[in-house]
């Protein structure tokens, strides 16, 4: 009957000595796992507050907010999403919760809307046959009547640094506006370019212009009031939009899909290098080691541009409608998508342990989390260690 007990609780430690182990192998990393879903990479680049990972971004569900016109162009500041709707001039959505978007508010301009950038309490609306269009949207859901700078061409683009509004202007070029005084744009300063200016990015002393046919025009803007002759290089599809970052221009180049060009040489442009998409590369937006692709029918395309001379495969997410215009903030992207107006898709995820860890630039983990994990999971095992001798000692007993 003794030997009987004493084999009873021999058991029953064995079983608690069994759950110990199970909870130092699979509890305590699930706990560190927990602790490094917290940890993100910041990334410099145009807004160095941004947070994100670099991993590939992951297939998900696209979210909708249909707009009364056809989204052609976005922007996104603060918690909300700015967007030239065509014919009903601007939209406005709340975006605070990305995946549940709120209803538009409109403020209707006298052209079609096609293009939009946001500085300050203003709104700069490529505003086609109208020109430039400049809307108040100190109060975000109640814009203000639009103030027009009317442009020889038809606006197609906009970009706005320091006091001036640089207009891509159809087949008059670049027109290059002062907006000093927001309320009273100045009369446009022009530089033709030999294709039909689509789109525009500025850097530096520098405008690029995706410039139709021609391909990229690159334009000093050094004095914004008498811009230099264009240089170009030429493309194989048709210039639709254009993203500049470090010493590359990222062109979406039409049937071309993208179009990387070397700039550290602003003379002599290099060559481009193409990466096809399956839909119509119509515009472009650079995030870390990405380009996000709005690829007409095909949605969004992501293309890996870690190395710029050698583009990885597309990767898409389908929409409804057709992709014309992308602006990445924080995990989502922010799709302009003609007839079906917004589209929001997520394409940063938090990742797991593993993948937190590969994620990070030269597989360096960071310090913090080395001594968080080595006090964890180094004080679980001492503690199970030492319950493993006490329990041991009191079975033989």
Known sequence: MQ?????LKSNKL??????????????????????????????????????????????????????????????????????????????VI???????????????????????????????????????????????TNPRTPVYEDTTG????????????????????????????????????????????????????????????????VIDISDP?????????DTTGSAHGVYVSGDYAYVADGSSGLAVIDISNLTNPGTPVYEDTIGEANGVYVSGDYAYVADGPSGLAVI???????????IYEDTIGEANGVYVSGDYAYVADNASGLAVIQVRKRVDMEEAINSIPGGAIPFEFIIIASVIYGGAVIGVAVLIVILIRRTRK
């Open 3 to 7: 030997k009987s007990k004493k084999k």
């Open 154 to 217: 038809d606006a197609r683009g906009v970009y706005v640094s320091g006091d001036y509004a640089y207009v891509a202007d159809g087949s008059s070029g670049l027109a290059v506006i002062d907006i000093s005084d927001p309320t009273n744009p100045g009369t446009p300063d022009y530089e033709d370019t030999t294709g039909s200016a689509l789109d525009i990015y500025i850097s530096g002393d520098y405008a690029y212009v995706a410039d139709g046919e021609s391909g990229l025009a």
């Open 304 to 314: 890996d541009i870690s190395d710029p001379t050698n583009p990885g495969t597309p």
């Open 94 to 140: 709340d975006i605070s919760d990305p995946i549940n978007p709120g209803t538009p508010v409109y403020e209707d301009t006298t052209g079609a809307a096609l293009d939009i950038y946001m500085s300050g309490d203003y709104a700069y609306v490529a505003d086609s046959i109208s020109g430039l269009a400049v809307i108040d949207i100190s109060d975000p």
């Open 14 to 91: 064995r079983i608690l000595l069994i759950v110990l182990l199970i909870s130092m192998f699979i509890v305590i990393p699930n706990l560190l796992i927990s602790i490094q879903r917290d940890i993100e990479i910041p990334i410099k680049e145009n807004n160095p507050n941004e947070i994100i990972n670099t991993r590939p971004p992951q297939k998900s569900s696209v979210y909708y907010e249909d707009t009364i016109g056809i989204a052609f162009g976005v922007y996104v500041s603060g918690d909300y999403v700015y967007m030239a709707d065509g014919p009903s001039g601007l939209a």
């Open 225 to 233: 009031t008498n811009p230099g002759t264009p240089i170009y290089e």
